[in-house]
């Protein structure tokens, strides 16, 4: 009997990791005019960890909060060009990872079929 979590590999994870990110890079953009916010990320190494040690991704325990390059008056360390990019990029990256899933699944499906 083929174990679905062996056979798609780390690929749910990593979608899981890119939605995840997602959300907290959503959440610094809203929060770049808010005084005192502090912009936070995901790292991979988080993603990884979850996976050796078999645990789902918790936002309160694997983000971590962003030193800013130039600091504001108001306390905010969101620099809106910064996420934007990052932004863009966890998108594109979670696009590929959608990609690798699907690849995953097709191959999975052939092989049930006996093509």
Known sequence: MI????????H??????????????ASNIANVDTPNYKAKDLTFNAVMSSVSSDRSLTLETDSLYRIPV????????????????????NSMEYQQSLQ????????LKRAIEGQ
């Open 3 to 10: 174990n679905l979590d062996d056979a798609l590999g780390v």
């Open 12 to 25: 749910p994870m990593m979608l899981q990791y890119r939605t995840e990110r997602t959300a907290v890079l």
């Open 70 to 89: 130039q600091r504001t008056r108001d306390g905010n360390t969101v620099e809106l060009h910064s996420e934007q990019a990052r932004f863009a990029q």
């Open 100 to 107: 690798f899933l699907k690849a995953k699944v097709s191959g």
